[in-house]
Every structure is written in structure tokens, then in C-alpha cells.
């Protein structure tokens, strides 16, 4: 058989490559291996890949963190005909489970998958739903026969055996290894049995974890290892010396770690990637991030939450997700706990780095989170409230971190979600929670905090005559929102942050929908965010989203003293606009 391959490295195979010289030389000279050097949006070299003589291609290519537009859905659309043309009879391509496919079952588990592939990386995420639904939309038995595999996260294991299914079916584990990969593209080619299909394919668990009954996740460059198990298991055997019951533990003879000197902590240097990343993170995180939610829970976060990552690790990689983000948004000396602990701007690669991290991550942490809150219990419900609450956090801040700041609604609505997600974890696990050291993190706002003031303040009385012009139809939504609204600022600002799960999925649907007045309403949201100055992340979204709001309001004339004042609050000046 002759093969068009592109983005791989038996039978005789023509590549498209986009840099031969990263190929291996054993490879580039092999007497069956053709190299064609070009990329989907170069017109010769996809006349030269079509025209090679192969009769099966094949695609591994996957778009890279950081895409903008979609290259490779445009390169599918201008080379499949060709292939037609040229008589090629099987294609078979790479895609993700954000395609979905008719056949699914959209889980939680993907459904929180998808959400963060478009918060950490939309370009992506636009990309392989534009692939997917592009190829599904090739006739089914025509003249090439298609399928489109779709895989989860990637590892460099060993071959193992492969499970193709469809999302939801229960055997749709998260991890698979490249070499089973390509063993199952082979094999498919010649079977033929997902002819016209989009098959999800995931590797078996690791024989620890099927011989314990675990949901093995694959996961690699974990924090902490343990040796005797394997380096690609997400749930090794806790260690005895974490087994002991901790409410027995004792204060007894504690003593606390020392200050480092003040020379020492007065700049942050920039650390490599690897274990000493990891090093810095867990120091950051100890001194600096855990005091991210209130003054009165980082010593939980410090202590109380790290003893819990050492038996759940999706919560270890949930706080070093925040962590890196904490750095990457150059707001680590912003917290008064260590007013000194600050640093240099960094450099926009090196916040690249500290954000593709945070991406790693997260992207780890989520499907063996997904899985725990399926089986919510006394012994988990504290590390899922902590993870769900930091990976809120990671929400509301990641879209507003670095240069690339995606799409406008996606970054206003994200938060939506994930705050969805805290009170989920409340609601099944309110009463071991409440036993708990976050009993007090967990106490909501009563109906009448959030009543109507006797007396709203100038700032909301203005916004609610404003909102008197807009079509009836919308208007009770936004009067609601602004009653909420003004019960923030005239009772407690913290009240900003659970305002965005009480105000409504319908006020989320008008921002959805770019509805002016209900995008000014969240400009003022922003304002009190900024506000929380004991929360870095809140602070920084808050500036962030009313800047990115003006600029998209500025157009309302009639508006420009609210847009002023939202501005000066949050200490934006025109000039920053321009």
C-alpha cells in the first residue's frame, strides 16, 4: 500500500511535512519514503501530495496552542477534492472529542473538556470542530471512503491495545499513547470497520489500576511519582504515610517555616521548565497564591489544601494551573500579604511558557476531576470544592493573562460555568463540607441580602434609567440583574463574585447575544470586581473587562458618562483605549 501522510514521521509513504530537516535521516533516506515539503495553504505542494500515486492519506496533524483561524480546515477543503480526483480511495484523519459526533453522550466529563479547550485555547478548539465537521460532511459510501478518529490527550507510552467508542459509552478513557495511534490508523485501513464514522479511541488502564478497579488517567510529568507504579498512572496507591486520619493530627511541636531574607524574595527569577518549575510553583502557590479567595481561607489553601493534593492529584494539578497563571499575570506582588515579593515584568515568551503550563495543567486535572465528581464521597468532596473553586478562578483570570485574548462573549461568559460547577459540589456534599475547614466558604447569601436595597446609591439609579429605553422584552432580565447588582454595591462587595450564578442562564444568553445594555450592566460588574483587592484574579479581570467593554461601547453615545465613570473606577484613562 502507498501511503499520504501528513504530520507523521512498513509501506511506502509520501509525507507532507512542513520541515524535512526535523526528520529522522534514517527515515528521509529510506528508499519508500517520498518527503514533500510544503503546508495546506501552499497550492504546489498540495498538486504534488495529490498527484504522488498513494491511494490512501492519512492525517495526524493537529493545530498548534496559539492558532488563529482555521489553516488546517481550509487545507482539508482545497485537498480532499483533489484526492478525488487523483483517485485516492481511503482517507482517514485526526481529530478531538471537541467535534462531537452524533453517536455521543455528551458527559459532563466532555462537556467541561470543551469548555476549557475554548477559555485556554479557542484557536484550537475552532480548528478541530471546523475538521470534524467538514469530513463528516463527505457522503457516506462514495467514492473515497472516509473516517475521522478522534483522540483525547496524547502520550509517548508504549503500543497497547486500543477501545474505539463514541464520548459517553463508558469505555472513553482520556489518554492514549502515539504508537497505539498509529497501530489502530493502520489497522483501521485495513479492516475497514469505522467506514463513514468518527470513532473516539483511548488506550486501556495501566495493570495497577485495572488489578485496584481505578479510573486510570494516563497522565504524565506529574509532581510527585511514585516509582514502584507507572510513570503514566494518574492514581497511584496512596503512600500509608498519608493514610493517618487528619483530624488526628496535632499543632503540637509545629513549627512554622521562617521568612526567606529579604534579599532573597525581592525579585522572582524566571525558572526553567521541569521539576524545578514545579520547585517555584509550590513556593509561589505557599506564599503567595494561596491567599487568593480571602484573608480569612489561606491558611486552608496553604496547608489543609496541599495535604489534600497529595491524595487527589487533580487537585495538585488544578493550584499549580493557577499558580502559573498568578506569575504569568505579573500581579504576584499584588497581594499585601508579602508586599515585597514582587518581580520584573517578564518577557511575553517566557508568560507564553508560564501559560502553556497552566494549560498542561489544567488540561491534566480536569478529566480525573470529572471522574471524582461522578463518585462525590466524605473523603473526596473537600479536594473537589477546593479544585472546583481554584479552577473558577483559572476561568475568570486566563482569558485576560498574555496577548492573545480570544473572543469577547467566550471570555464574558466562561465564568458562568465554572462557578455552576462550585455550587454542583455544594449541593452534594453540603453536609460533610460543612463539618469541614470550608463550612464558612460554603454559606450562601440569603434571599433578602439579595432584595432590592431600601436606598440604591446615584451609580445604579442612572444605570436603571438607562435601562428604561431598552425593549420590553429584555427589560425585566435587566432590571433583575441591576437589583442584584446594586445589592453588591451597597452591601458587600464580595457579593460580586456569586452574582454571576444568581443573576440567570437569561442574562447570560443576552451577553451571548452582544445586547448593549446588558453588556454595560457587565462593565459594572467588572467595576466591583476590580474592587476585591485582596484577589489578584478579580482585580485583574475586573480592570480587564471593563477596558475590553468600553472600547466595544464606546459607539453609544448616550452612554458616555457611565463608560467615563466605569473607567475611572477601575483607573483607565482614554489614552489606554486608544
Same mark, same amino acid.
Given at each position: 500500500?502507498?501511503?499520504l ?10 509525507? #507532507?511535512v ?7 535521516q ?25 498527484s ?8 495526524f ?23 478525488? =480526483? ?8 485526526l481529530?478531538?472529542?471537541?467535534? /462531537? ?7 459532563f ?9 475554548? #477559555?485556554?485555547? =479557542? ?5 478541530m470542530?471546523g475538521?470534524g ?13 472516509w473516517?475521522?478518529?478522534?483522540v483525547?490527550? #496524547? ?11 463514541f464520548?459517553?459509552?463508558? =469505555? ?5 499513547? $502515539? ?42 510529568g ?50 526553567p ?14 506564599f ?33 494551573a493557577l499558580t ?18 514582587? /518581580? ?56 485576560f493573562?498574555?496577548?492573545? $485574548? ?10 458562568? /460555568? ?66 442584584? #447588582? ?16 444568581v ?15 446588558a ?5 459594572y460588574w ?10 489578584w ?6 480592570? $480587564? ?31 489606554e483605549?486608544?
Amino acid at each position: 500500500m502507498h501511503f499520504l501522510v501528513l504530520g507523521a514521521t512498513g509501506h511506502r509513504l509520501s509525507l #507532507l511535512v512542513r520541515t524535512p530537516s526535523n526528520l529522522p535521516q534514517k527515515l528521509v533516506q529510506h528508499t519508500d519514503v517520498e518527503i514533500i515539503e510544503g503546508t495546506l495553504d501552499e497550492e504546489t505542494a498540495l498538486g504534488t501530495a495529490a498527484s504522488c500515486g498513494a491511494s490512501i492519506f492519512v492525517s495526524f496533524a493537529g493545530p498548534p496552542i496559539g492558532t488563529k483561524g482555521t489553516p488546517l480546515t481550509l487545507g482539508y477543503k482545497a485537498l480532499v477534492p483533489s484526492l478525488v =480526483d487523483q483517485h485516492f480511495n481511503r482517507i482517514i484523519i485526526l481529530c478531538t472529542p471537541s467535534y /462531537h459526533d452524533p453517536s455521543d453522550t455528551i458527559t459532563f466529563k466532555w462537556r467541561l473538556g470543551a469548555w476549557f479547550m475554548r #477559555l485556554f485555547s =479557542d484557536g484550537q478548539y475552532r480548528e478541530m470542530v471546523g475538521i470534524g465537521e467538514y469530513i463528516a460532511s463527505l457522503p457516506v459510501g462514495g467514492s473515497v471512503q472516509w473516517t475521522l478518529f478522534r483522540v483525547g490527550g #496524547l502520550t509517548n507510552g508504549e503500543e497497547a491495545p486500543v477501545k474505539a467508542t463514541f464520548l459517553g459509552s463508558g =469505555d472513553d478513557g482520556t489518554w492514549i499513547s $502515539r504508537a497505539s495511534v498509529a497501530t489502530w490508523a493502520l489497522d483501521e485501513i485495513t479492516r475497514e470497520q469505522w467506514l463513514g464514522k468518527a470513532p473516539y479511541i483511548s488506550g486501556p488502564p495501566c495493570g495497577h489500576c485495572a488489578a485496584r478497579k481505578a479510573d486510570c488517567q494516563y497522565s504524565t510529568g506529574r509532581l510527585f511519582r511514585y516509582s514502584e507504579w507507572s510513570e503514566q498512572c494518574q492514581n497511584p496507591p496512596i503512600s500509608s504515610t498519608y493514610q493517618k486520619d487528619q483530624s488526628t493530627r496535632s499543632n503540637e511541636g509545629r513549627t512554622d517555616i521562617p521568612w526567606v531574607s529579604e534579599a532573597s524574595r525581592s525579585t522572582l527569577p524566571i525558572v526553567p521548565a521541569g521539576r524545578m518549575r514545579e520547585l517555584q510553583l509550590m513556593h509561589v502557590w505557599s506564599f503567595k497564591t494561596c491567599h487568593s479567595f480571602s484573608c480569612n481561607l489561606g491558611d486552608v489553601f496553604r496547608s489543609f489544601v496541599v495535604e489534600q493534593a497529595f491524595h487527589h492529584p487533580f487537585l495538585m494539578d488544578s493550584l499549580l494551573a493557577l499558580t502559573s497563571l498568578h506569575i504569568a499575570s505579573g500581579t504576584i506582588g499584588s497581594n499585601n500579604n508579602d508586599a515585597n515579593d514582587s /518581580h520584573a515584568p517578564l518577557s511575553s515568551a517566557t508568560v507564553s511558557e508560564y501559560i502553556n503550563d497552566a494549560l498542561r495543567y489544567q488540561n491534566s486535572a480536569v478529566p480525573a476531576f470529572c471522574t471524582a465528581l461522578e463518585n462525590i464521597s466524605a473523603s473526596n468532596c473537600h479536594a473537589l470544592f477546593a479544585c472546583s473553586v481554584i479552577t473558577m478562578a483559572c476561568a475568570v483570570v486566563a482569558p485576560f493573562v498574555g496577548s492573545s $485574548r480570544g473572543n469577547m462573549v467566550e471570555n464574558l461568559t466562561s465564568p458562568f /460555568h465554572f462557578v455552576k460547577g462550585i455550587h454542583s459540589v455544594i449541593d452534594k456534599s453540603r453536609l460533610w463540607l460543612a463539618k469541614g475547614p470550608f463550612r464558612f466558604a460554603i454559606l450562601a447569601h440569603s434571599d433578602d441580602e439579595w432584595e432590592s436595597p431600601l436606598q440604591e446609591t446615584e451609580v445604579i439609579h442612572k444605570l436603571r434609567k438607562l435601562c428604561s429605553h431598552v425593549n420590553p422584552a429584555i427589560r425585566n432580565i435587566l432590571s433583575r440583574a441591576i437589583t442584584l #447588582l446594586g445589592s453588591c454595591f451597597v452591601k458587600d462587595e464580595t457579593m460580586a463574585i456569586p452574582w454571576i450564578m444568581v443573576v440567570g442562564l437569561d442574562f447570560v444568553d443576552l451577553i451571548q447575544q452582544e445586547e448593549p445594555m446588558a453588556l454595560l450592566v457587565y462593565m459594572y460588574w467588572g467595576v466591583l470586581l476590580s474592587g476585591l483587592k485582596d484577589i489578584w484574579w478579580a482585580t485583574l479581570s475586573g480592570r $480587564r473587562i471593563v477596558g475590553d467593554l468600553a472600547r466595544e461601547l464606546a459607539r453609544m453615545n448616550e452612554w458616555t458618562e457611565a463608560i467615563q465613570w466605569s473607567m475611572e473606577q477601575v483607573g483607565i484613562t482614554k489614552e489606554e483605549l486608544a
